[in-house]
């Protein structure tokens, strides 16, 4: 596999920056979701400036992700089927473990949408639904800092939609370096986690609200 022609310094440079937004937005929902299921009201109540600092954080990193789904669903539209079939071909003959897993969980789903095409229609979903969710996380921050206990975490819908648009970018990675190890790697990895989360629950989510899932 070798397309790293197509792909200027600049085009791995854009797509680094998304996946540093949507990692960095994954890993601070993580950290408020984690903290917030485990803590008491009492722990709660005594954490009210570092919650604070942290709902600001996960607000800050949802409008970066906004500008950053929409360049990576450009990205993904300006990359053909072919060459995303290729990445994962190159997953399949270095991973196979990893590709009889996630043929498995994901049959029905890729028995009407390609990888591609599932990774663009998270895209869409989170273009629409990111301003809801800063909207609602600054709702519940507030109501933290007036001492109510709020669960903390952007809606399971956002949760799925960003799975997926991750997994855009690792498929593009390997597409844009021509298959180079740690790209094929990664983008197992991400495939195998999408996966998982896919036939946990998030499957059953996308076929009720991403409206192109639904053929609508």
Same mark, same amino acid.
């Given at each position: ?9 600049? !085009? &791995?440079?854009a797509l680094t920056a998304i996946k540093i937004d949507l990692h960095r937005?994954?890993?601070?929902? !993580? ?11 009492? /722990? ?5 400036? =570092?919650?604070?600092? *942290?709902?600001?954080?996960?607000? =800050? ?15 993904? =539209?300006?990359?053909?089927?072919? =060459? ?20 498995? !969980? ?26 809801? /969710?800063?909207?609602?996380? /600054? /709702?519940? $921050?507030? $109501? ?8 903390? !975490? ?17 498929? *593009? ?5 021509g298959g180079a190890v740690s790209s094929v790697l990664e983008g197992a ?22 409206? &192109?899932?639904?053929?609508?």
């Open positions: 596999m070798d397309v790293t022609t197509r792909y200027s310094l600049a !085009d &791995r440079l937005l994954d890993a601070i929902d !993580d950290l408020w979701t984690a903290y917030l299921e485990s803590a008491t009201p009492g /722990e709660v109540a005594g954490q009210r400036e =570092e919650l604070d600092l *942290l709902a600001g954080q996960l607000i =800050e990193a949802l409008g970066s992700a906004q500008g950053s789904v929409e360049r990576l669903r450009t990205m993904l =539209e300006g990359t053909g089927e072919d =060459e995303i079939e290729s990445a994962l071909q190159e997953i399949a003959q270095n991973h196979p473990e990893i590709e009889e897993i996630y043929r498995g !969980d994901l049959a029905e789903l890729l028995g009407e949408y390609s990888v591609r095409g599932v990774a663009i229609e998270a895209c869409i979903y989170l273009e629409g639904q990111l301003p809801t /969710e800063i909207a609602v996380v /600054e /709702e519940k $921050r507030q $109501r933290l800092l007036a001492g109510e206990f709020q669960p903390g !975490d952007i809606s399971p819908g956002a949760k799925c939609a960003l799975s997926g648009a991750m997994l855009g970018t690792k498929v *593009l990675d390997i597409v844009m370096t990895m991400g495939l195998g986690s999408f996966a998982l989360k896919w036939k946990g629950g998030c499957g059953v989510i996308a076929g009720h609200i991403w409206t &192109r899932l639904r053929g609508e």
